[in-house]
């Protein structure tokens, strides 16, 4: 995906929420990718098994079977082929919205995701875990059985900490 073993992520900090910023451009056109983001089929090659119905209001299932998280939210943002928007949380738990937006440049697609994090939960844990899924739907697109790259996700999250722990020392110091 990048010349560092996983994606760049951009932090920033807005009240009581941290987004995390992902841009990656892929080389497949859009109405893959948002079959990918948005259709059963597609979704369970790199992210969980579950549905997206496809309308705002619609509901958002995904069910992390390994974790035992079970994401149950509704789409908030929807328009096909290139918005959408909804919450990765459980029932019961703070919203954190996942904003997926696509733009087609000639045959490729430039995919941004943005993750919003609760400021008191460990944000660069929940980023690395997109970097990684991010890693896997990369390789889904392009035919290959994506397995959740630990290594990844654990190089990140180290790095996406330090990152989120300088947002703090340069709040203070501000």
Request: glycine residues 6%; aromatic residues 10%.
């Amino acid at each position: 995906m990048t010349e560092s073993a996983f994606l760049t992520a951009r932090f920033t900090p807005a009240g009581d929420t941290i987004h995390a910023d992902f841009r990656v451009t892929l080389d497949n056109p859009l109405e893959e990718v948002w079959a990918a983001l948005t259709e059963p089929q597609g979704l369970a090659r790199w992210l969980a098994p579950g549905e997206i119905e496809p309308r705002e209001g619609g509901i958002a299932r995904l069910d992390f079977g390994d974790s035992g998280a079970v994401i149950d939210s509704r789409v908030t943002a929807f328009s096909p082929p290139r918005l959408l928007e909804y919450s990765w949380s459980t029932p019961g738990e703070p919203l954190r919205p996942l904003r997926w937006s696509l733009e087609p440049i000639g045959p490729t697609t430039v995919l941004s995701l943005r993750l919003s994090v609760p400021a008191n939960e460990d944000a660069a844990r929940a980023a690395a875990g997109f970097a990684a899924h991010l890693e896997m739907l990369q390789a889904a697109l392009m035919g290959a059985p994506a397995r959740f790259p630990f290594e990844v996700f654990k190089a990140a999250r180290d790095a996406y900490r330090d990152q989120v722990a300088q947002l703090w020392t340069a709040d203070v110091a501000g």
